[in-house]
């Protein structure tokens, strides 16, 4: 009876052995996936590594290919055996009897599943049988499709990459169910030895012999797989916008996205790169060494380009510093803003402004800001329309002092500068003129909700459903001025000339400065699709040489502005703003911007409020200019030059025949990066004349030349008039 017993305890035991073989626990299997950052295109722009150091994507079904490869690398038996299998096991140890060492393994496939699911710990006869207990349990519970899959995903194949979804885009650049038999062979043969996955050639034509005997592939599929050359330069990881890519990971939260699709597109990344290294020995001619670009989708909030720094592995010059987020004084680019403020508060285009010598108290008692224009001259009475687009200092520092600093900031502020915290006290009149500190980043932001018609916009890098927190920032009235006047080539003329970089097939939108002391320049613009900004300096702050923003920035801004439209699709026919209905095109005096009297000599037209009161003009008089107060000693100083220094601004004792452009006393600046043929100045007069530069015929365009010039127009009457205009 006592044997009975003893038979019914071993075969208990026996049982519960087996049932703990094959019922026990396993491992946790966690599917790891590292995030894929890609462009708004598909278009891989980087591989994040995990906590591990890898590179992971978890792959739920293996290609028919794959698989293959992979017991004909692996384990041929794989589909025989229940987990082990003592064949592969006696083949082993024969092989490292002969050889004298461990010449062959005889691990399956479930076995190495195992094995790493355990973490791949040392190898003793201990962990050996632990992998073996795991392994029947593994094959207990799960399918061999399924086990196959858990091998393919956990199995290292070198580089830092784990799992056969993200070998074959790393090695491949494409999904794994693309991969030819050749390329699903060479990957197969990875994981036996995945620190030199360069060298896997001669074991891939050993897989894929055992495929072709194992009759896992036909002889044609064979041959065909033998002959091919594999390339693997597709899949190196790529360094487009290593700025860009910093910026998601710090500012994303969704790291634990298999793929993080984001707004960039990498196509015009790539052409923004490829400009700036068009411009780089212009650039160096002027001691720039770092360029940031920045292009914004007006209607979506997505950032379409931004580069940081034009260099992003250049370390003499900070290369790995982002341009794009870094404080720097904006010079000019703000003083749309103070003009925008204007407007709000009343003021229009054809406001006049002073141009003239002026003194501004500040807040230090005893201490007055006087301000200079960029040339160091004064041209007098000056519309606001031409102030801005000429980007005058002194008017619109005196625009300033009327609607008040602390309004400005304010507006600022609510534009997304974000990092304007002092008081308008500590910025003071110089705020109008860039005396702070901003980034590329919320001046395009800024500008574009210009291009907006008013309405804010909030940036964003990642493709997602965008939410409508739109606000109203400035009305449309005032945001159609601001882009009238900024796309209005002849108003700027006078200052910037014609032809250059500022000019496009299509509107646009457009303002340039430059910082004190020469530290910065800027170009900032854009269209109804885009906005364009771009920063050329150097992040030691050091100066730059005979450089601003039209010849600094202004040849990239070109460039990338055309690249940007061609990218999305704009033709550049739709109008930037739409213009408010209440405005209407009205004659205005050229000189005092009032609605023109019969003794005005000279008109143009502006677009003004339908119901705004009429004013007539009152400077004009008989062949005379009664000059108000604040202009008078500068009339008195000027009173042998055409009193309309300003552009096209005309005193009652000009001739009938006269000349409209140059202006007399104009300053022109050339932009030495530009070919001269596309920087001509258009001479013009009220009727057909004959032209004389500098005493020797010219056509009536001219092409810029450094230099004082003489402009001389002569009708058929004779009658003649002539210019001085100055050429940098």
């Known amino acids: 009876m006592k044997s009975w017993g003893y038979w019914v305890a071993g075969l208990l035991g026996v049982v519960g052995l087996v049932l703990w073989v094959r019922l026990g626990p396993i491992p946790v299997i966690t599917p790891d996936t590292t995030p894929t950052i ?96 795991i392994a029947l349990r593994l094959e207990h519970r799960y399918t061999k499709r399924q086990i196959l899959a858990l091998y393919a995903n956990l199995a290292p194949y070198g580089e830092q990459t784990i799992g056969i979804a993200r070998a074959s885009r790393r090695y491949f650049g494409c999904a794994p169910e693309e991969l030819t038999v050749a390329q699903a062979a060479w990957l197969a043969s990875l994981p036996q030895r995945p620190s030199t996955p360069r060298r896997a050639l001669a074991r891939q034509r050993q897989v894929l012999g055992r495929m072709h005997a194992l009759h896992l592939i036909t002889d044609g599929a064979y041959r065909e797989a033998r002959a091919e050359r594999l390339s693997l330069d597709r899949g190196i990881q790529p360094v487009l916008a290593p700025h860009f890519v910093e910026q998601i990971r710090r500012r994303s939260d969704s790291q634990s996205d298999r793929l993080i699709r984001t707004t960039l597109d990498a196509n015009l990344q790539s052409s923004v790169r490829g400009i700036i290294t068009a411009e780089r020995a212009n650039l160096l001619r002027h001691g720039a060494h770092s360029v940031a670009v920045a292009v914004l989708d007006n209607q979506t909030g997505e950032w379409l380009a931004w580069e940081g720094s034009g260099d992003y592995f250049g370390s003499d010059f900070g ?111 110089g705020l109008t003129l860039g005396d702070a500190e901003v980034t590329l980043e919320q001046l395009v932001t800024a500008y574009a909700t210009f291009a907006r018609g008013g309405m804010s916009v909030q940036p964003r890098m990642l493709r997602q459903p965008a939410t409508d927190n739109r606000q109203r920032v400035l009305n449309a009235r005032t945001a159609f001025w601001i882009t009238d006047i900024l796309s209005d080539p002849q108003a700027r003329e006078f200052i910037f000339g014609r032809g250059g970089n500022l000019e496009f097939p299509f509107p646009v939108a457009v303002k340039t400065g430059t910082s004190q002391a020469y530290h910065d320049n800027w170009t900032i613009g854009y269209t109804h699709a885009v906005t364009v900004g771009v920063w050329v300096g150097n992040f030691d702050r050091s100066a730059l040489r005979n450089s601003s923003g039209v ?29 408010p209905d209440d405005l209407e095109q009205q004659p205005i005096c050229a000189l005092s911007g009032l609605r023109p009297s019969t003794s005005c000599p000279s008109t143009e037209s502006e677009w003004l409020p339908r119901d705004a009161p009429v004013e007539f003009c009152s400077w004009h008089h008989a062949g005379r200019v009664a000059w108000p107060p604040e202009y008078r000693e500068w009339a008195d100083a000027h009173e042998r030059r055409t009193p309309a220094s300003a552009p096209r601004a005309l005193a009652g004792r000009e001739t009938k025949f006269r000349i409209t452009s140059p202006p007399n006393d104009a300053t022109y600046l050339v932009d030495p990066t530009l070919h001269r043929e596309f920087q001509s100045l258009h001479l013009r007069a009220t009727h057909d004349a004959t032209w004389l530069v500098d005493g020797k015929p010219a056509s009536r365009e001219w092409p810029l030349r450094a230099g004082k010039h003489t402009i001389v127009a002569t009708n058929g009457r004779g009658e003649r008039d002539g210019v001085t205009i100055t050429v940098r």
């Open 38 to 133: 890609v462009d708004r295109n598909g278009i891989v722009l980087y591989e994040p590594l995990s906590a591990a150091g890898t590179r992971n994507e978890w792959l739920d079904e293996v290609p028919a290919s794959v698989a293959n490869a992979t017991i004909a690398a692996e384990d041929r038996r794989f589909y025989h055996h229940a987990g082990i299998d003592p064949i592969a096991i006696a083949r082993a140890v024969v092989h490292d009897v002969v050889h004298l060492r461990a010449a062959e393994g005889g691990s399956t496939i479930t076995q190495q599943v195992a094995k790493m699911l355990l973490g791949s710990p040392p190898r003793t006869i201990a962990s050996k049988l632990r992998e073996a207990v």
């Open 319 to 429: 290369g790995a510093i982002d341009g794009v987020t870094t404080l720097r004084q904006p010079g000019s680019t703000l003083k749309p803003f103070t003009y925008a403020l204007a407007f709000e508060q009343g003021f229009t285009p054809a406001t006049v402004l002073a141009d003239v010598p002026s003194h501004f108290p500040t807040a230090e008692e005893g201490v007055a800001y006087t301000p200079r224009n960029y040339d160091g001259g004064y041209r007098g009475p000056l519309r606001a329309r031409l102030a801005l687009a000429g980007s005058e200092n002194v008017p619109a520092v005196a625009l300033l002092s009327k609607v008040g600093a602390p309004a400005l900031l304010l507006l600022l502020r609510g534009a997304g500068f974000r990092d304007l915290t002092r008081t308008a006290d500590y910025y003071g009149l």
């Open 551 to 579: 010849t600094g920035a202004g040849p990239i801004f070109h460039s990338v502005m055309l690249a940007a439209m061609h990218r999305v699709g704009a033709s550049g026919e739709t109008p930037i703003v739409d213009r």
